[in-house]
DNA sequence: ACAAGGATTCACT
DNA sequence: GTGAATCCTTGTA
């Protein structure tokens, strides 16, 4: 990742989401404890793409993906789990990218308060879980992570390492684009499965 | 107004 | 591998 965070964010969805394996997530929470978390998996999700919540143009839930990037966009899934993604592509543009999966690099201890009971590598597996551990929810829409704030996004370290590519988790539309990135070989990458409502490739 | 359907997770077989 | 939990958003009438 050469280009600043800032630059970066304005690329499409999917070039944002594989620049965004290995970048730091911060968290800082009320108390003062702070997380560091490196993001492993992430997905893409643009407004010209049936699977995304902006696919059908502005909605209530939807409006924060269309404002500027660098924004959290958070919903509900399921009724039970909020997601997090990072909102992209110029303002007025529906793109975000979903932060799926990452590995806690400081403050371990903060987070398996939050998830009583997990291994390590299931502390922030899978998107709901990653919110969870963090304690991010709706209170977290719209935060800007580009500055101060509870949650900020960091670029990733120098190092280049590997990262993969394939179909997104669990998505009925355009289920065999291949805009879902992780680090290889991260234990923290969840399983993939396809959506039994997707039409077979 | 109503019904459908999730960008999920976990327990259970 | 299958299914339940759970509630909000969205499409359709």
């Known amino acids: 990742m050469s280009l600043p965070l800032r630059e970066l964010l304005l690329e499409p969805a999917h070039r944002v989401a594989e620049a965004l394996v290995g970048a730091r997530l911060e968290r800082a929470h009320t108390d003062g404890t702070r997380v560091v978390a490196e993001i492993v998996e992430t997905e893409a999700y643009r407004q010209d793409d049936p699977a995304s ?9 939807t409006e924060v993906m269309f404002g500027p990037p660098g924004r959290l966009y958070v919903y509900r899934s399921h009724g039970l789990h909020w997601c997090m993604n990072v909102v992209c592509e110029e303002a007025g543009v529906g793109a975000a990218v979903l932060l799926r999966a990452a ?6 201890e903060e987070v398996r308060h939050r998830r009583p009971g997990r291994s390590d590598r299931q502390l922030l597996r899978g998107p709901g879980n990653l919110c969870a551990g963090l304690g991010v929810d709706d209170r977290h829409r719209g935060v800007d992570v580009l500055v101060d704030g509870p949650l900020r996004l960091a670029a990733a370290s120098t190092e280049r390492r590997l990262v993969q590519r394939g179909p997104r988790v669990g998505v009925s539309r355009a289920a065999d684009l291949a805009w879902r990135f992780w680090l290889d070989g991260a234990p923290e990458v969840s399983a993939y499965r396809r ?3 997707a039409p077979r490739a």
């Open 53 to 61: 919540h902006s696919a059908r143009g502005r909605t209530l839930r």
């Open 103 to 108: 590995r806690v690099v400081d403050g371990v």
């Open 195 to 197: 959506s039994p409502r």
